[in-house]
């Protein structure tokens, strides 16, 4: 009978349904708790989500194997911009398209055979979520963990919402293409920086993260120790009679040419009043892009305002005060002090507007004007760890590395009280607020009497109103006639009801506790979060390493303080792994014009289309709609079945790397799958044992034990192979190839789970192999008794010949010499030499 995954997989789907054989059960067991990043529900599964789930899957079926009581859960970060934007474009409502995406992905989901307590599920736009969630934000504000002021932001006056830096494209919304305008607007936000340094030193104890990650995340919280100080200005507006400055090389502070104040400065805003010449270029500035990344690559522009700032070590000398589109306002005081002889930007800045260019430091020995000759056409820009020689510096010794003349500058400005040591962090407050309709309400309300006031719990949750239109932009909840209109809590007066919506980004901060007990009354139960808390096995990609993990492990903290979690999960993720894409050839052919015309790989054979067209074949990139490179698990399952795409997404390369999802390469774990069913179907029933095929699964489950538990699974399926081969060439027939072929289907189980109970079956095996505690090896079997010892007659291998470890060397010569290739070679000579290399070789020099 040939191998048919159509009929057993969702045999064996239905059976362990029908068992509950994946419902999380808190008891006396230990518990794992393996996660997944759940997926947005846009309407179709792709090969990445196979390739994720599968490595979770593999995880849990392990540990379950193992005797662990596991939680393995599947949700849905189901609010958000795309549902918006589908209902403005294509009719119906948000939900709708939300949920019938949702069933269409579990539906592709589930035929995958993952391991999975179906009953926890859940979306973050269910009326239970929202009600939680908006119970959460209550408790965090009470604690004193959100606050509510003005901040400036992405406006797109067409859509009438804030959009992110990520958003704004060439200083225009990026799907009205309307001109973005900077507005300062009320905000809600999460106070994050209050945690800027446990965030960053708890980075040292988070042992199962991968390097990558923590020192993007430490990078991100960004802790610098400078120097803030006062410039005292000349001829600036009322009000403005000293800059605040803070720097993190206050040792250059002697190479200062010009301060550069941010378009967003107050002062520029003051100027700018009365100013038509500002007024325009801070405008054009932010027609260039708003976001670091689109600053940094912007050409560097400035303006000179015509006021001065003197000097602070020297009165008499007098600095520039320009407008600059590279300084920031929302990092350090929005105010820099230029020192061009040792900063790229600011080089270029001087060089492009005519500056002084003095250097602080130069090379070790250089006197002044060898100094600032160094950096008249590129700036010195050393290590700070590195030595320099202080041509223009402050007291002390005139040899110091950076961080000595950092220290010494900050040790001056001190003594002599005009700045202060300060530490301070890149990391700021997390902005919340978002100006459109499908997000999670934010449960306050705004009263005449009492301003803005928090909703009551007892009338959580705070709904969505369904009777909205998308025809108008802007948020159709400013503008519903009836659901802004509400009564205050305190004093039951008129007021209306706060219309932004919370950042998706909340949703997702804190599904990991709610999966503990999905249904409770109660954000979490805390026994449960007790026992089921921390996430032993996190996994997902590595574009959610900074934003997503920072406000998790804020998120972990704040409900730590507020009840809703043990002091132990403040870090709520014990281990990370970040695995890699799934990437495929792009086929592409050219119209009339020469613009590309993309294909999808069904559509290509042989490298041509149907009409016979070739087709230029470009070098494998991570799966796009837009250039046709996917590849539809649904149908990959529907001709091959689960396993074999299981299969081929763990053998193909280490997990952390890309892999590249090829047509034979299915064909090839096809079968290979094949095969194993062949070996368990045909396997002879009478026979004698083979004491190297057992010693050869008992290799096997120590070595795929270890690489499971490495996330090696690329090696755990090379050892599968191998077995597989062992019992292939292997005589044994009856009871022996039967133990081993169930230790076989023990070792795929995690990975082929449904082939795994096929073979378990055929093998004799009670019960279904997802219920069998997993293989021990014994201890003895794993150490070989001979070793196989290649010969080499005159440098060139002939033979080889296996022995007993401990063979005495004379034995092992007779047997050499008695080797029929090592005879023909002698013709009855003696050889000139017989070198026998223990454990090793031997060498026959004829």
């Known amino acids: ?78 609010f958000g911009m795309p549902a918006e934007n589908a209902a403005m474009e294509q009719g119906g409502h948000p939900r709708n398209w939300t949920y019938a995406n949702i069933a269409t992905m579990r539906g592709q989901l589930k035929p995958l055979g993952l391991s999975i307590d179906w009953s926890r599920e859940f979306a973050t736009c269910d009326d239970d979520y929202v009600a939680q969630q908006q119970a959460l934000f209550l408790d965090m504000l ?41 507005k300062e607007l009320t905000q809600w936000f999460f106070r994050i920086s209050d945690y800027s340094e446990e965030l960053l030193s708890a980075l040292d104890s988070l042992d199962g993260w991968p390097e990558k990650v923590r020192l993007m995340q430490h990078n991100w919280i960004g802790k610098s120790r400078g120097l803030q100080f006062r410039f005292d200005t000349v001829g600036a507006p009322e009000g403005f009679d000293r800059i605040e400055v803070y720097t993190t090389r206050p040792d250059t502070l002697m190479g200062a040419s010009f301060l550069a104040l941010s378009p967003d400065h107050p002062m520029v805003r003051t100027l700018a009043e009365t100013n038509p010449e500002i007024a325009g270029f801070v405008e054009e500035c932010r027609r260039i892009g708003t976001t670091e990344e689109a600053i940094e690559t912007a050409p560097k522009m400035g303006f000179d305002t015509g006021l001065k700032v003197r000097h602070p070590l020297d009165q008499a000398w007098d600095l520039p005060i320009w407008i600059a589109n590279f300084v920031l306002m929302d990092y350090g005081t929005g105010a820099i002090f230029g020192s061009p002889a040792h900063d790229e930007r600011d080089h270029e800045f001087a060089l492009k507007y005519g500056l002084p260019i003095r250097a602080a ?101 705070v709904l969505l109103p369904l009777d909205v239109t998308f ?82 492990r804020f998120f972990a903290r704040a409900m730590e303080k507020t009840g809703h979690l043990p002091a132990s999960a403040i870090e709520p993720f014990d281990a990370l792994f970040t695995q890699g894409m799934v990437t495929h050839e792009i086929y592409m052919t050219r119209d009339d014009r020469g613009r590309p015309v993309y294909h999808l790989p069904e559509d290509v054979n042989d490298g041509k289309l149907a009409d016979g067209t070739p087709v230029e074949v470009i070098p494998s990139a991570k799966m796009s709609k837009s ?35 090829t047509a034979a390469g299915a064909e ?23 004491p190297d095929l057992t010693r050869a699964a008992h290799r096997a489950i120590a070595d795929v034990t270890k690489s499971i538990e490495g996330f090696a699974f690329n090696k755990a399926v090379a050892k599968i192979y191998e077995l597989a081969n062992a019992i292939g060439k292997s005589k044994a027939g009856g009871e022996g190839r039967r133990a081993v072929l169930r230790v076989m289907a023990q070792l795929m189980a995690p990975m082929v789970p449904h082939l795994a109970e096929d073979v378990w079956a055929l093998a004799g095996g009670r019960g279904m192999v997802v219920d069998a505690a997993w293989p021990k090896a014994d201890p003895a079997l794993l150490v070989d008794d001979t070793v196989t010892l290649p010969i080499q007659i005159n440098g060139k291998r002939r033979a080889e ?36 290399v223990p454990g090793r070789i031997v060498n026959v020099v004829v």
């Open 668 to 690: 090839a774990a096809n079968k290979f799958l094949s095969r194993v069913w062949r070996l368990a179907d045909e396997a002879p029933a009478d026979g004698g044992d083979d």
């Open 627 to 661: 250039k046709k490179n996917v590849v539809d698990p649904v149908n990959i399952v529907a001709n091959f079945g689960a396993d074999t795409a299981r299969w081929f997404m763990l053998s193909d390369s280490p997990p952390e790397r890309d892999v590249e999802w």
């Open 361 to 461: 430091f130069g090379e070790p020995g250089m006197d002044l004007a060898q100094a600032d000759a160094l950096v008249a056409k590129a700036p010195y820009v050393p290590m700070k760890s590195e030595t320099v020689t202080y041509v223009r510096g402050f007291a002390g010794q005139p040899d110091q590395t950076g961080d000595e003349g950092v220290a010494t500058a900050i040790a001056a400005a001190e003594q002599q009280g005009w700045g202060e040591g300060v530490t301070k962090f890149r990391l700021r407050d997390w902005g919340i607020s978002r100006q459109r309709y499908w997000g999670c309400p934010i449960p306050v309300v705004h009263c005449e009497v009492h301003g803005t006031v928090p909703e009551a719990k007892e009338n959580l949750p």
């Open 1 to 78: 009978m040939p191998y048919d995954p159509a009929q057993s997989e969702p045999r064996w789907q239905q059976a362990w349904a029908d068992a509950g054989s994946f419902t999380a059960v808190r008891d006396e067991r230990p518990k794992y708790y393996v996660l997944e990043m759940f997926p947005y529900p846009s309407g179709r599964i792709h090969m990445g989500h196979v390739r994720n789930y599968t490595m979770g899957d593999v995880v849990a079926r392990f540990k379950r194997a193992q005797g662990f009581s596991v939680l393995h859960p599947m949700g849905w970060d189901a």
């Open 471 to 552: 025809d108008v932009p802007g948020n159709p909840l400013d503008r519903h006639p009836t659901w802004r209109q509400t009564s205050c809590p305190v004093c039951g007066g008129p007021a209306t009801r706060e219309t932004d919506t919370m950042d998706t980004f909340v949703d997702s901060s804190w599904y990991y506790a709610r999966f503990t007990n999905p249904h409770a009354a109660t954000p979490t139960v805390r026994a449960d979060a007790d026992y089921w808390m921390n996430v032993d096995q996190y996994i997902g990609g590595i574009e959610h390493a900074i934003l997503h993990l920072l406000y998790s």
């Open 142 to 182: 009470a604690a004193g963990l959100i606050t509510r002021k003005s901040a400036q932001v992405n406006w797109d006056p067409v859509d009438m919402t804030v959009l992110a830096n990520e958003q704004v494209i060439d200083g225009k919304g990026w799907r009205s293409g309307a001109e973005v305008e900077r």
């Open 801 to 836: 010949i296996t022995v007993p470890k401990d063979m005495a060397e004379d034995e092992v010569k007779s047997l050499v010499l008695a080797e029929d290739s090592v005879s023909r070679a002698l013709e009855g000579r003696a050889p000139k030499k017989l070198i026998v």
